[in-house]
Each structure stands twice: as C-alpha cells, then as structure tokens.
C-alpha cells in the first residue's frame, strides 16, 4: 500500500509524457514495487520509501530537489538520503 500528498502542477494531458512542474511530495510511505509495475524497467529495489522531495521534469527524465527520504526493507537499517538528483 502506498500513501503520498502532492502540492503543486502535474501535467497529465498526455499520459506518456507526464510532467511535474514545482510538486512538492510528502510520501507517508512508497512501496517500490508501485513503480516497477508502472514501469518494468525501473530497478529491482525491494522495502518502501518515505519522505519529502520536489519534482520539476518529465516523468521519462525525473528530476528532484530539497529530497530528504528514507528507505526501508524489513529488518535492514535504515537509508537516509538528502539532496538534489537526476
């Protein structure tokens, strides 16, 4: 189950080109397996993600910033990542 807020644009007129202008997410909780359904191609990382970060860019070329996230997988410790990325 995943659970996530967005504020800001999500551009979904045409689907395959989905673009995010300044949305700020607030992920409760992401499980991975979400996207690698959407896309068969995303890795293969196992647990959930939570946190914050700010999308600006195509969803074929997704661009992040102010990301502060933490991903989880059982009984694994905890990654915390911060930063800007491609």
Known sequence: MSELAGEGELNILYPAFTAFHDLNVDVATLDLRTLQYLNPLFPKIKGTISGTATLDSSWLDVRFR????????GALPVSHVTGNGR
């Open 66 to 73: 102010n990301a502060d996230l933490l991903h989880h997988d």
